[in-house]
């Protein structure tokens, strides 16, 4: 039977285009949270949204050292050549034998030219780790429920991003969404501080597949976020309230 899986959120101040700083962020904020099965850092977390150029392969192999040494599960978007050349916002999921998998962003910001320095992906990607199915997104994903909407095949979302302050009310309302209209858990992992063009307010939360917070960030300052997934309890959930079965086959 499959266990409770213990999810934390890490969440930074991301220093713009400054990896060998984030990483030493991300590893005291992490070595101060309890002990997890999973850590999700935001989107772009090595750098911020927008830095001008991926940074080889440092922040990777951070992440890939760290799931290793912690026998645990990392998972964060970074700015990654594609094997054409090209340049992805690409979230990697690291399990603990340094194995990964990873999601190319799919709708690129382009209100805010993102599509101008970076091509998006066209694969949905799925990754399963400890009996919990998780649906890879990132940021601005969250705004299109079609290409999030549950197929059968997932447990939880895990979504990373730079979400701006200026649009929290937009962050908060869109993750609770998600995680009612599929029955699913969602794990939302925003960064704070400030970049040369946003503001960002946190927000960070775990919400169950009724809209509630499991867990919630509070305030705007760098935190770790920690819950329990009960995958059971969302088992047995969707098998007593099936609404999920009327939904559209629109694939």
């Not at 400054?18 to 904020?29: D, F």
């Not at 094997?83 to 999921?93: I, V």
């Not at 946003?198 to 775990?206: K, L, Q, V």
């Not at 770790?224 to 694939?251: G, S």
Request: glycine share 6%; net charge neutral.
């Amino acid at each position: 039977m499959p266990q409770n899986v213990r999810i934390t959120i890490v969440q930074t101040d991301i220093k713009w285009d400054s990896p060998e700083e984030n990483i030493i962020s991300a590893e005291a904020l992490l070595n101060s949270a309890p002990k997890s099965d999973l850590y999700v850092l935001p989107e772009m977390w090595a750098t911020g949204f927008g830095a001008p150029s991926a940074h080889g392969r440092e922040p990777l192999d951070w992440m890939r050292h760290t799931a290793t040494t912690r026998h645990d599960a990392v998972c964060g978007s970074l700015a990654a050549r594609a094997s054409d050349g090209t340049l992805r916002n690409r979230l990697y999921f690291v399990q603990p034998d340094g194995t990964s998998v990873h999601y190319d962003k799919h709708h690129l910001f382009t209100y805010g030219g993102e599509n101008r320095q970076y091509t998006p992906g066209n694969r949905r990607v799925v990754t399963e780790y400890k009996g919990i199915r998780f649906l890879l997104l990132t940021c601005y994903d969250l705004r299109f429920p079609v290409w999030a909407r549950y197929r059968g095949d997932y447990d939880a979302i895990i979504l990373t991003a730079n979400w701006p302050e200026s649009r929290q009310y937009a962050w908060d309302t869109l993750i609770r969404a998600r995680a009612i209209e599929n029955q699913c858990y969602v794990i939302a992992a925003n960064r704070t501080g400030n970049d040369p063009n946003c503001r960002y307010a946190g927000g960070s939360a775990i919400i169950d597949a009724k809209g509630r917070s499991v867990a919630q960030a509070e305030g705007q300052r760098p935190q770790t976020v920690t819950a329990d997934i009960d995958i059971e309890a969302l088992r047995t959930f969707r098998r007593k309230f099936p609404v999920l079965e009327d939904r559209d086959k629109i694939f």
